[in-house]
Structure formats: C-alpha cells, structure tokens
C-alpha cells in the first residue's frame, strides 16, 4: 500500500519540479537570438528516439566539422514532447532540433515551440514528399514547421498459410474482410481475423483517413472539428457491427495476450503500417515466412486509398540560435540519399522522402523473406495517402478514443461505437472552446 | 509512538533551566537549535512549501488563446477565479473516480489490515514454527514495486496467458476474467492486498512485540487460552498501531495510481480517469492543462486531510484514551 503511496509522491514530486520549471514562464517565447558569423563552429542538440539515429548523425558529423550535431536519445514521442512543451514554457532547456510525430505539430505550433522553416533552404524539399505528408508539416499553409522524416502507409498483413488452408482469397474490399473475418471465426471460435484496439488511436485515425477523413481544419481564422461526420462514422459502424456480431476480437492490441495470439495463429491478420515487419519480427518471430502483405482493404476499389499510422518529422524549436544549421542538417536527414539508406538500414524506418524509399528499400525484410515484392506493395500504397489535417488537441482527442472506444469496445454493440465518435467531437470540440480557441 | 515524538524537545528543556542566563546563552538557546533545524526547514520549505503555493496559484489560473491559437503570442496565461475550482468539483468523471477508489478502498482496507492482524497474531503465537522464514515471506512482497508486481499480476489476469485460465480450462471450468468491469476493482484490490498485507503485519508485530512478557504470563496463570489472550490483550494493546496503519491505508488507497495505471492498456474496463490521481495526471500531461489538474490536486489533498481527521477524531478515544 505505502508503494502506490510513494508512486504517488513521486508523482506530485515530479510534478512539482515541472511546475517550479514552469515558475519563469513569460517573456521567454519567440525565436532565440541567432547566430550569424558563418564561420563559427556551430553545436546542435537533437532529441529523438528512432533506433540508431546516432549512427546515421555520426555520418554527418564527419562530413562537417563546423556543424556538430549530438544526439540525445528519448523515451518516445510523448515523454519528449512533454519535455520540449516544459523547456519552452521555462524559456531555456530546449533542443534545437527534435523529432515530432506529425500528430504533435499543431500542439507545438500552438506552444510557439517551433521555428518557421520557409525562408530556410528546407523549403526545397517539398517535391521530394507525397502531398498528404507535406501538408501536414505546413498545416497547410505558407508556413514550413518540419521536415518530414518516417511514415507509415497502412497495409493489411496476414497469415498466408492460415488463408490458404481455408481457402480464402486475400480481402479487396471492406465486405470481403468482414466475410474472411467470418469464414475464420466459425472454422476456430478462437481465431479472428484481427482486432479493435482502444488503446491505438492512431490506428484508428489511420483507417478513417483511409475512409476519407481529415478530424481537423482551419476555417478562415477558425478551427473546425469534423470527427462526427460520415466518414469515421462509417469506420467506427462497420468495426462496431463486426464486434457486434463476434467475427472480430476486442481486445487491445499490444499486450501479452495479443503477443500470445500472433504467436500462435489466433491473430490471423494485423491492419498495420510500413513498420510492421519490425514489431512482428519482436512479438512473433516464430512465426517468419508465414505472413504476407497486401493492400488495405477498399471502401471503393476503383478509389484505392488508404491512411497513415505513425510516421514523424524533424522540427527546429525556437530556443535554437542556430536555425540555418539546423534546417540544412534536416534537409541532409531526410532527403540526401546516404541519409536516407541509413535511416532505412540502421534505423530500420519508412522515409517519407519518395525516391529515397525507391531507391533504399529494394529488399523485402528478413520476416518477410518469403515475399519479394514486399516494399512494392507498401510503396503503391504510399502514393495512395490521403490528407488529413491534425488540430491543436489531439492529445484530448486521442485520450477521448481510448475512453470511448474502450466502453465501446466492452459493451460490443454497433450504437455504442456510434456514441463513441459524438463523444470524441464533443469532448474535442469543448476543450477548444474553454481554452480559447474560435471553433466553428 | 508518541514518546519518541517528544524526545528531542524535552531534551532541551532539560539542558536549559538553570543556567545563568547571559549572552552567550542566546547563542546556545536560539541559534544552535535552529541552526540545526535549518537543513529540514529549508527542505520543507523547497520541496514542500514552495511546490503546494506554486500548485495553490496554478489552480488560479488558465490558459486561454484567441483565434487560431497558433504562433508568438497567441496563447496567454490569466486569471481563472475559481473556474478551476468549480469545473473540477462539478466534473462526473471526478465525481465517479472518488466514487470508485471509496469502493475500492471497502474492499481493500478491512481485508488488508484483518489479514496483517492475523498474520501478525500467527506470528507471534507461541506455537509458531519458522517463524522467522513466514515472517520474511509475507513482507516480500512489499519490496516488489507496485510497476512490477502490477505487470505481473497483469499476466495472471489475461485469460490469453494465465496458467490458472489454462489449468481451469483442462478442467473444464470456465473461469470468469477478472479483467471485466465488473471485477477489475477486485483485481486492482488483490494486487495492493499482496503488496500491502506484508508491510502492515511488521507493523503489527512490532508493536506487539513489545508487550512485557509479564501480562501474557498473568494471562496464562488465570487460564487464558491463546485465542482468548489474542483477543482480549494482544488486540487492544496494539489497536493505536491498527490505527495508524488503518489511517496510512485510506492515504494510500485515496492515491491509488500505479496499479490501474499498469493494468490499463490490457483491457477495455479501465478509463483514464479511474482512480482521481489518475485523472490529475491526464490533465497535466495527455492534455497539457496543468491548471485544472492544479485544482484537482488541491481537492484531493484537502479531503484526504479532512478524511484522515475525521478519521483520528473518531477513533482516536477509544484507541489511545488507554495510553493516556
């Protein structure tokens, strides 16, 4: 008992620290004084936590010895953010280089944590991305807040052997899935064909954009909130129906249980991003050469699309004194081809830079040695990504997800999937409003 | 307890009187005490004091942006009154998660502190065999940090990978998953009962440790049996530190937070705001609003105070009106 009593001291004790790191919050916004003479050495920090990006900096450091770039590595995306977001409220302590997932941008934006990249030399990259990429570093418009580095293209996975067995036919479209998912249901009552996550929202922003969805945009001098239209509402029905109906598990993904259920085929397939192979390579290695990659399944197979989950950027903040540098290390990150075939090799990421994924991607993972053709399929499926714009509370409307759909979830009925996106809007759309924000 | 407490003070009342009081003295009388303090003072006062005021202004305050909120000096912090405050008192999913931990901390509380008792009682019953080794045991446990045992407990729960689900299963029976909303309270409960038994039962042995040897022998004499000795003098010797470890116990369970916390991204039945800690840390860090969670922290410290008060006022008389 005195443990979670402690665990909470911690807890208020960390806070503490936040906020008296909060104390000298004021007039320490807006762009550090900037370095001009050319000629100096320049040091830069960068926070990230892609695997092994030192290694790839380490290329960089070699070829310039007047820009120092040291890596220091993070948790993952929400302990980093949270640090950046406190650095730049205490007016001191931030990177000058960080690395932002796309969904975090707006949120950074709105903290004036990031610098505009227009004026600098990574404004050049624009054709090097696919649109829907570009557009969620400029949140469309003239402004440049990232360079994109990683994304993650969706694609279906599935035990090719499982589906051969029953002979079935690797699903097109949405009606096809729901009918394999069905098929594998009845031949074992404890086999599906995959799951509804409440844990993932990312996910399932994946699969709504795939459906046409973009949650946010900018109205004039206005945000709109645009979760409860029909779009996600079609997604949030069709997976709600089929939990409904028991074809699909409801379980969250990522738990031991899950892991359990890879390893021994009672996953039969996975909704996946581009990073995949990694993650099932970790949680299912036994079960390599068996699975395979197709497309995601269509809501229009004569429009295919599909969405993006995961993927992130490389941002300059405004504490940085060396903002030149730092946009011309970035542009070198994610578009100069050594960069990019060591991002692909060492850090084992999608680049979102298009001829570099051409070019670096050539083989198909070891997981999926049986496939050759595998990085033909994700990169068809890249080109078919749609825009969607991200708001500056997507954390609260991520946290809605994991409290809705979870009721959802364990209640197994199509309505309470519907009441689940209401709630999301509204709680979305409330928290923009109480904070200040003009919300159309 | 108590005479420990007053130890130091009494001290120097003793060392004081009847000295001749000159200057010199000042420095003895007043200074060295406090210079001595000093180290704890300032400690309070960094760690202590100046986080609660700092916490106590943020409830007052709030964010607010205008149009688009994005870029230099769209976003400002100002003065909110008690919008916090209200917002936060007249929040359900506040109100539910206090509701819940009160739940959870009937369950817990009389199983945890009637299981410490009776170890406590087992132990230190003259028939005890390996004492020492059960001892050990039990408050084993406790040393497993809340994350870890958690985790473990997790692994136990899901039917996917428990081996009593297996064994269950071989048997034929179908075993309800704890992880279903109507029992996870029940679950979360068992993993703090685990932790917790251990650390209270010490407690309790200690103190009963330290009864003279002469009352169980008097006890003996007119023909009391173990249980009846148990019940009748072990029991009320020790009820001021059953108190104390009831009145630790309802702190705790008030703060509950790394249990569900753990347990959280393995099923559906948990929110993000279960337990109110939960909630304040949901606030401050998935949604960046250090304010509102500010002023839920105030209203957690202020009840738990007034909760344990109540508490000590209640019991308090029957429970050391003998020591006094």
Not at chain 1, 228 to 238: I, L
Request: hydrophobic share 45%.
């Amino acid at each position: 008992m005195r443990r979670s009593f402690r665990a909470g001291a911690v807890a208020m004790i960390a806070a503490a620290a936040l906020l008296t790191a909060g104390c000298s919050t004021g007039s320490g916004t807006g762009s550090a004084e900037q370095n001009t003479d050319p000629n100096q050495k320049v040091e830069l920090t960068y926070w990230a936590w892609a695997p092994n990006l030192d290694k790839v900096v380490d290329l960089w450091n070699e070829k310039n010895p007047n820009i120092h770039v040291t890596v220091n590595k993070q948790d993952g995306g929400d302990p980093a953010i949270t640090k950046l977001l406190t650095a730049v409220n205490a007016g001191s302590g931030a990177p000058d280089l960080i690395q932002a997932e796309y969904q975090k941008i707006p949120t950074l934006v709105a903290a004036d944590a990031l610098v505009d990249l227009a004026d600098t030399e990574a404004k050049e990259t624009k054709d090097n991305f696919p649109e829907g990429v570009w557009n969620s570093v400029t949140l469309g418009g003239e402004a440049l807040y990232a360079v994109p580095q990683d994304t993650g293209p969706m694609a279906f996975y599935y035990r090719a052997d499982i589906f051969e067995g029953l002979g079935l036919a690797v699903p097109t479209t949405w009606d096809e899935y729901a009918a394999a998912a069905k098929t594998i249901h009845d031949a074992d009552p404890e086999a599906y064909l995959g799951t509804f996550s409440s844990n993932d929202a990312g996910w399932f922003t994946g699969m709504a954009q795939q459906a046409g969805a973009s949650w946010w945009g900018i109205d004039g001098d206005a945000w709109s909130v645009k979760i409860a239209e029909e779009p996600t509402e079609k997604v949030a029905g069709y997976w709600g129906g089929l939990v409904e109906q028991g074809t699909i598990d409801n379980k969250p993904m990522y738990t031991p249980e899950w892991n359990a259920a890879l390893n021994s085929g009672k996953q039969v397939g996975w909704l996946s991003a581009a990073w995949a192979p990694g993650v099932l390579a970790g949680n299912a290695g036994a079960t390599a050469g068996k699975w395979k990659v197709a497309p995601m399944p269509q809501w229009d197979a004569a429009k295919p699309a599909t969405g993006n989950w995961g993927g992130s950027s490389t941002a300059v903040t405004t504490q940085s004194k060396n903002v030149a540098a730092a946009a011309k290390f970035a542009t070198w990150l994610n578009t100069s081809p050594e960069a990019v075939d060591a991002l692909v090799k060492v850090s084992n990421i999608y680049p979102a830079d298009t001829e570099g994924a051409k070019t670096a991607l050539t083989a198909a993972p070891e997981f999926f040695s049986n496939q050759p053709d595998f990085y033909d399929v994700i990169g068809k499926a890249a080109q078919n990504v749609g825009s969607f714009n991200y708001g500056p509370n997507v954390n609260v409307a991520f946290n809605a997800y994991n409290d809705q759909f979870a009721k959802a979830a364990q209640a197994k009925s199509r309505s309470a999937f519907l009441e689940a996106v209401d709630s999301m809007q509204q709680v979305t759309v409330e928290d923009l409003k109480k904070t200040g924000f003009t919300v159309k | 307890m108590a005479a420990t407490a007053t130890m130091p003070g009494s001290a120097e009342k003793t060392a004081a009187p009847g000295r001749p009081r000159q200057a010199k003295n000042f420095k003895q009388r007043v200074l060295t005490p406090y210079a001595m303090l000093a180290p704890g003072i300032v400690l309070f006062l960094l760690f202590m004091a100046a986080p609660i005021i700092y916490t106590l202004v943020l409830s007052f305050q709030q964010k607010k942006v205008s149009g688009l909120g994005l870029g230099k000096g769209a976003q400002s912090t100002v003065f909110a009154g008690f919008d916090n405050y209200v917002r936060s008192l007249t929040d359900p999913e506040f109100g539910a998660s206090v509701l819940r931990v009160l739940t959870y901390g009937a369950i817990l509380i009389p199983l945890m502190l009637g299981f410490a008792l009776l170890f406590a009682l087992l132990l230190d019953s003259r028939r005890t065999r390996a004492g020492s080794f059960s001892r050990t045991a039990i408050f084993l446990p406790y040393a497993v940090p809340a994350v870890i045992s958690s985790l473990l407990w997790g692994f136990l729960y899901l039917p996917g990978v428990s081996p009593f689900h297996f064994v269950a299963d071989k048997l034929g029976i179908a075993l309800p998953s704890l992880l279903n909303p109507d029992l996870i309270i029940f679950a979360i409960a068992n993993i703090a009962l685990w932790g917790g038994v251990g650390f209270n039962m010490i407690v309790m042995y200690t103190s009963l440790k330290a009864v003279p040897q002469e009352i169980y022998e008097a006890a003996k004499l007119d023909g009391a049996s173990e249980i009846q000795t148990a019940l009748r003098i072990k029991i009320p010797i020790i009820a001021p530190s059953v108190v104390m470890t009831a009145l630790f116990s309802m702190i705790a369970t008030l703060q509950v937070f790394a249990e569900p916390t753990t347990l959280r991204p393995l099923a559906n039945s948990l929110s993000t705001s279960w337990s109110p800690l939960m909630l304040v840390y949901r606030d401050a860090f998935t949604r960046n609003d250090v304010y509102s969670a500010a002023a839920t922290s105030i209203v957690i410290a202020l009840a738990t105070f007034a909760i344990s008060f109540l508490f000590l006022r209640v019991v308090q008389k029957r429970a050391f009106g003998q020591e006094n």
